[in-house]
């Protein structure tokens, strides 16, 4: 039974672990800009980590159903891959969420597309 099920395991592991980091870098914000609980609001930083961490955490058990489910009922090889795949681009999403906003409104600026100046998209 294990064997069926250590992929599984091993990347739930890993989520966990990844959701751990986003609330420890929140609890640094928190330090580094004198915010105590329960305040959610106060410097931009600061709340920037706070609703990238809220916004994963959100997301966390569909994500762990999904997984499990998929394991289980289809391929444990798939599904972990896929999982490892969406911690991956979570991680990324985070860590894009927390810069500062102005290179993050502009879809797709950075990686070859127009800045709206430019005519790309109106």
């Given at each position: 039974?294990?064997?069926?099920?250590?992929?599984?395991?091993?990347?739930t592991?890993?989520?966990?672990l990844?959701?751990?980091?986003?609330?420890?870098?929140?609890?640094?914000?928190?330090?580094?800009?004198?915010?105590?609980?329960?305040d959610t609001?106060?410097?931009?930083?600061?709340e920037r980590?706070?609703?990238?961490?809220?916004?994963c955490?959100?997301?966390?058990?569909?994500?762990?159903?999904?997984?499990?489910?998929?394991?289980?009922f289809f391929?444990?090889?798939?599904?972990?891959?896929?999982?490892l795949?969406y911690?991956?681009t979570r991680?990324?999403?985070?860590?894009?969420?927390?810069?500062a906003t102005?290179?993050?409104?502009v879809?797709?600026?950075?990686?070859?597309l127009p800045?709206?100046t430019q005519?790309?998209?109106v």
């Amino acid at each position: 039974m294990r064997n069926q099920i250590d992929l599984l395991a091993t990347v739930t592991v890993l989520g966990v672990l990844e959701q751990a980091y986003f609330a420890l870098q929140v609890i640094y914000a928190r330090r580094k800009y004198k915010i105590s609980p329960p305040d959610t609001t106060g410097h931009p930083e600061f709340e920037r980590i706070f609703r990238a961490q809220a916004n994963c955490s959100e997301y966390f058990p569909i994500f762990i159903s999904l997984l499990w489910v998929a394991g289980i009922f289809f391929h444990q090889g798939m599904a972990a891959a896929c999982g490892l795949l969406y911690l991956y681009t979570r991680f990324k999403y985070f860590q894009g969420y927390t810069v500062a906003t102005q290179g993050r409104l502009v879809p797709g600026w950075g990686r070859g597309l127009p800045k709206p100046t430019q005519g790309g998209w109106v």
